[in-house]
């Protein structure tokens, strides 16, 4: 899958039977854009000396064809040699959490449901597929939702 001219990503996923649909986007930083450099020690498999760049995620959900979510996820890209990722830390407050690398993007958070208890969110694409695997949970019940993305 590739970047626009920019480095810019954008997938747009659909639900399967439902009127909803949503698009993450990002940029992927240009090898030119990191500083310093990262290794793999050999002797502790610890990252050191990586190469960090800051970046952000966005997801919009629409629904009947209105916005109705906007997330921006925060988060650093890392540069180890041939391997990219991208890995933000988790918001005390939304306990919103996004992570990129070359096979997968996931995208999780928490919000508070009418019936005043907590939902968790889980979407996860896997890249090579496009296919989109959302997940709820709340207070023990579980709902998933599969979907196909396009990549532009």
Known sequence: ??????????????RKLDDSFFIISYYKPKESWF???????SNTQQLVNARKLL???DYRHYRDGVQDNLKHCFGRWKNITEFESYESGRNAESGLKCFVDDSEISYSYSFQNVKDSTTDYHLAIR??????????TAAGDRDTYIGNCAAF
């Open 1 to 14: 899958m590739s970047f626009n001219d920019e480095g810019k990503r954008y997938l747009a996923c659909f």
């Open 35 to 41: 500083s310093g450099f990262g290794k793999l020690d």
């Open 55 to 57: 970046a952000g995620l």
């Open 127 to 136: 890249l090579s597929t496009l296919r989109s695997v959302e997940t709820f």
